[in-house]
């Protein structure tokens, strides 16, 4: 049963129609071949000169070569034959144009491979089947015998005869082998032929990196928006629910600074979900910077009960847009950790200056407000954040004890950042 599968089963038929594919798409190379050996070899009658059909036929897969190396879309159109009929695993085969001179030449190789065998094996499919249908059905048609079908004399007479039937049912055996020979070895080069060069794979990964880094940098935005707006609101309604009797114009206060932060974070989280957008829609909330944000984060901050003291030595519009949103997504960070570890009463100083070409960015408070800001339970991004943020500027942060407090001293470069 296993032989029966192997030459008659689903893949083999289908590795048979693939075939018969590129026999089809041989025939034009052919006929062209047909234009030029025709007058080459002074003759008018090709189609019926089996020597020169099959030399047209050589003639042709030539062209088909160049065609596949001048046309970089042959491949991913050729390579989704090959998933479809082939067996042959997806990722072992390259969906892009080809795109090189090694790309193009694999791709030139396995066309005219496929053409070729496929050229062979759709005319052995058009010419064996009927012959073999004739032997199998000789003995029982006299008809059959005589000299119009051109049969040999020894099929038509004695032991000859008798064997005709077995010589049919070999003939359309041989065929299937064939067939399956021919697929199977397809097959096995559409990996070699059709698969990505080093260039392709080269390109996956930068392509792969570059997804990678967008995810990641959603994630930090997410995190220092999200998280800091939850981390203020949770200590600004703690905070009210503590004094609602007390102090009402504390309460008051704390419910506009929840109002406020939410408002504002459902317009960051909509700015950081539009990055997964094909475009930025019109309207969409721009991304907060210290140039336009940093009063109003200081005034959230205060409302959620820290004491913060804030010194600005450079004025914020001067600096690039892309330093001024980083420096602003630090500090906030900064701030949400002294709010998360701390609680309300916390005293943070905030020193923002210029030093030369790089920004200075210092947040200091208690040490027992800061035990432990790099992660928020369940896995946060904290000061691993911070740091990542400012590498990519082409700058570094530091964080740890400093005395009796807790410091956190980022410096960016405020031109030629990276």
Request: one cysteine or more.
């Amino acid at each position: 049963m296993s032989g029966v599968r192997l030459l008659f089963g689903g893949r083999a038929r289908r590795r048979w129609v693939h075939l018969i594919l590129g026999g089809a798409l041989a025939m034009p190379y052919v006929f062209v071949g047909e234009v030029v050996i025709g007058p080459a070899m002074d003759s008018r009658y090709v189609f019926g000169d089996l020597p020169l059909q099959l030399l047209s036929f050589a003639a042709g897969l030539p062209l088909a070569a160049l065609t596949a190396a001048l046309f970089p879309m042959t491949r991913p159109l050729e390579a989704g034959a090959v998933r479809a009929l082939c067996g042959v695993d997806p990722d072992a085969l390259s969906p892009t144009p080809a795109r090189g001179r090694a790309a193009r030449g694999r791709s030139a190789a396995w066309f005219t491979l496929h053409l070729g065998l496929g050229g062979i094996l759709s005319g052995m499919s058009l010419a064996v089947p009927p012959f073999a249908v004739v032997l199998m059905v000789l003995p029982l048609f006299a008809g059959l015998r005589g000299n119009g079908l051109g049969l040999p004399g020894v099929l038509v007479h004695g032991w000859g005869l008798v064997l005709a039937p077995l010589a049919g049912v070999a003939m359309l055996l041989a065929l299937a082998g064939c067939a399956a020979g021919c697929g199977a070895l397809l097959a096995r080069w559409a990996p070699a032929l059709l698969g990505p060069t080093p260039e392709d794979r080269l390109a996956a990964t930068e392509a792969r990196a570059a997804d990678l880094a967008v995810r990641n940098r959603l994630a930090r935005e997410l995190h220092d928006s999200v998280g800091h707006a939850l981390s203020a609101v949770t200590l600004q309604a703690s905070a009210a629910r503590r004094v609602l009797d007390s102090d009402p114009g504390f309460v008051r206060e704390a419910l506009a600074a929840i109002e406020d932060t939410t408002r504002r974070t459902v317009g960051e989280l909509d700015a950081v979900l539009g990055v997964l957008r094909a475009g930025d829609a019109p309207g969409t909330a721009p991304a907060p910077t210290l140039a336009a944000d940093l009063d109003a984060l200081l005034r959230r901050t205060r409302a959620g009960g820290l004491r913060v003291r804030a010194e600005v030595g450079v004025d914020p519009a001067v600096l690039p847009d892309l330093v001024s949103r980083e420096a602003y997504r630090i500090v906030q960070e900064g701030l949400s950790n002294a709010l998360k570890h701390g609680g309300t009463g916390t005293a943070v100083d905030v020193r923002i200056v210029a030093d030369g070409p790089r920004l200075e960015i210092t947040l200091t408070n208690s040490l027992g407000a800061s035990r432990a800001p790099a992660a928020r339970p369940g896995g946060g991004h904290g000061l691993h954040g911070i740091a990542e943020r400012a590498r990519l500027l082409g700058g570094a942060a530091e964080a740890g004890p400093a005395g009796e407090a807790w410091r956190l001293h980022v410096h960016l470069p405020m031109r030629g950042t990276a």
